[in-house]
């Protein structure tokens, strides 16, 4: 069964710190690879998507993939109160567009 | 305005009764899903649509069924609906192909609970 693992956190980050926020993933095959944020009540949105190995920077945002260890990571740079959320880790595994999706880490930026 | 829109907001059902959950899209995406959101589950795909008219089955279908008439319109229909199906439903859609063509975006979510 393909499976997306993510910590459930929380994961508590001072407000200014770096929020490292990671998710691994068990088929060798995907392809792509999703950060979403969701809060609480809201639907997910997207932050960021990276296909190719190595660092993918989007202002605060920084996703990096490690397709041999089979994992990616999402950094949050200038943490800020309003990036506390959950954080979904997403798969694209087949050519069927759908996503395998990880159960979230809740991260938590204390002012 | 363009995005998704679902309805109803939030529903209390009685076991046993048939409810459809509404979905339109007004992007002319070709993909749209359903996914219920359970605590520390996270996301779970019902079924999906990869264009109108074609319908496939995802991880948790059972209990479940839709339809895609046309491009904008996906409801998902509960037969006789129980306890176990109380969530949060989010429907999606995305475009195959284009710019933006991997994003999938989400409705606003319908809190469903079946008594």
């Known amino acids: 069964q393909k499976e997306v693992e993510q910590n459930s956190g929380p994961l508590s980050v001072p407000e200014g710190a770096i929020a490292s926020l990671n998710c691994t993933y068990s088929?060798?095959?995907?392809?792509?690879f999703f950060w979403y944020r969701q809060y609480s009540g809201k639907s997910p949105e997207l932050i960021m998507f990276?296909?190719s190995n190595g660092d993918k920077e989007d202002g605060r945002f920084t996703a990096q993939l490690n397709k041999a260890s089979q994992y990616v990571s999402l950094l949050i740079r200038d943490s800020q109160p309003s990036d506390s959320a959950t954080y979904l880790c997403?798969?694209?595994?087949?050519?069927?567009?759908?996503?395998?999706w990880g159960a979230g880490t809740k991260l938590i930026i204390k002012p | 305005i363009a995005g998704i829109t679902q309805a109803p907001t939030s529903q209390i059902l009685a076991a046993g009764r048939r409810m459809t959950l509404r979905c339109t899209q007004d992007?002319?995406?070709?993909?749209m899903y359903w996914y219920r959101q359970d605590l520390g589950l996270g996301l779970r795909l019902i079924h999906y649509?990869?264009?109108?008219?074609?319908?496939g089955k995802g991880e948790v279908p059972d209990g479940y069924s839709v339809s895609r008439a046309n491009t904008d319109d996906f409801p998902l229909t509960l037969a006789s609906a129980v306890p176990s199906q109380t969530s949060v439903y989010f429907c999606?859609?995305?475009?195959?192909?284009?710019?933006?063509?991997?994003?999938?975006?989400f409705g606003p979510g319908t809190r469903l609970t079946v008594l």
């Open positions: 997403a798969v694209n595994v087949d050519s069927n567009y759908q996503l395998i």
């Open positions: 649509s990869n264009t109108a008219g074609t319908t």
């Open positions: 999606a859609s995305k475009r195959l192909a284009g710019e933006s063509y991997n994003e999938q975006f």
């Open positions: 088929d060798r095959g995907s392809q792509s």
């Open positions: 990276i296909y």
């Open positions: 992007m002319r995406h070709n993909a």
